[in-house]
């Protein structure tokens, strides 16, 4: 089965770090999606990673460890329009690599 | 315009009558997927389709019917719509790196 668990919420302010987990159990996993959506939006792409590792762009760091299930986006120098949700997503080697989501985590970001 | 497109942005309708919603890519990806976005559950798949022609089940095909005739369409038809088939509806394509891109989605309310 598949199981992919991230925080409902999650407040920070502006300038601030803050990371967002996620654990997941897959059967033949592949690889882990950050999504963003703003509301109203579509999802759209932030990272992926498929081996273990830090994968830095810009202000957005991912990181993944396979023998642990675990992923987290980290976010830098926060800004008030890095509030929306984002998903975490799994990529499967059976199913076309269809996404299989996480419920998503939405951030809240304040002045 | 290069991307994917969904059409209707938003469609009201009654129980039991047919609707198809559009999708279309310019990319060319041989992926495309039919996922529907509802509070508590995240985003689910509906549908998949490999290449035209080619088209399988995901985690929730119940009540939807899909056809891939071309590369780039790939319409989603409610058979007989019900009241749990309010949701929002994204398309998405698939490009080689297996990163996928959302179309800007269809809000569907099923009276």
């Known amino acids: 089965g598949q199981n992919i668990d991230q925080p409902t919420e999650m407040t920070a302010t502006e300038g601030a770090i803050v990371q967002i987990n996620c654990t997941y159990q897959?059967?033949?996993?592949?690889?882990l999606f950050w999504y963003q959506q703003h509301a109203g939006e579509a999802p759209t792409f932030l990272s992926y990673?498929?081996?273990?590792g830090l994968e830095e762009k810009g202000r957005f760091s991912s990181f993944l460890s396979r023998s642990k299930g675990y992923s987290y986006l980290l976010l830098k120098e926060l800004q008030m329009k890095d509030s929306a949700s984002y998903l975490c997503a799994v990529t499967r080697r059976q199913a076309g690599t269809a996404l299989i989501f996480g419920k998503g985590t939405t951030l809240s970001v304040s002045s | 315009d290069a991307g994917i497109t969904q059409s209707p942005r938003y469609k009201i309708t009654e129980t039991g009558r047919q609707v198809t919603l559009m999708c279309h890519q310019t990319w060319s990806h041989s992926y495309m997927f039919w996922y529907r976005q509802d509070l508590g559950h995240g985003l689910r798949l509906i549908y998949y389709?490999?290449?035209?022609?080619?088209?399988d089940k995901g985690e929730v095909p119940d009540g939807y019917v899909v056809s891939r005739s071309k590369t780039e369409n790939f319409p989603l038809t409610l058979e007989s719509a019900t009241r749990s088939q309010t949701s929002v509806y994204f398309c998405?394509?698939?490009?080689?790196?297996?990163?996928?891109?959302f179309g800007p989605g269809t809000r569907l309310t099923v009276l």
């Open positions: 389709s490999a290449a035209a022609d080619i088209t």
């Open positions: 897959t059967s033949g996993f592949n690889g």
């Open positions: 998405a394509s698939r490009d080689l790196s297996d990163t996928q891109y």
């Open positions: 990673n498929v081996l273990d």
